[in-house]
Nanobody, 120 residues
Framework: QVHLVESGGGLVQAGGSLRLSCVAS????????MGWYRQVPGKHREMVAS???????YYGDFVKGRFTISRDNAANAVYLQMNSLSPEDTAVYYC??????????????WGQGTQVTVSR
């Protein structure tokens, strides 16, 4: 089973940027989709960004052009560049890998999560 390890979270001021990284313990070529999801206490986990085979990307409505997802198959990694962060983006961000392109469902292999905190 592939393990996913996230990094790059932290504390940033509103308007700032962070780049999250997720490295898999094995090849990600077998996954139809890689993505980033986030969760705040008391709420369901929501899809932030996903990239599927062929490099089609999907973003949550709240992203509004601020985030960019990318993947590096040679490095077994997926990244999330987040710009113009706001306090509403504060959450635990999880990396995900799945054998389906159904990116809106809660499914697949998850990392342990990385905390992103945006201060006012």
């Amino acid at each position: 089973q592939v393990h996913l390890v996230e990094s790059g979270g932290g504390l940033v001021q509103a308007g700032g940027s962070l780049r999250l990284s997720c490295v898999a313990s094995g090849s990600i070529l077998g996954f139809e989709a890689m993505g980033w999801y986030r969760q705040v206490p008391g709420k369901h986990r929501e899809m932030v960004a996903s990239i599927i085979t062929g490099d089609t990307t999907y973003y949550g409505d709240f992203v509004k052009g601020r985030f960019t997802i990318s993947r590096d198959n040679a490095a077994n990694a997926v990244y999330l560049q987040m710009n113009s962060l706001s306090p509403e983006d504060t959450a635990v961000y999880y990396c995900n890998a799945r054998e389906t392109t159904e990116v809106w469902a809660d499914y697949g292999t998850w990392g342990q999560g990385t905390q992103v905190t945006v201060s006012r």
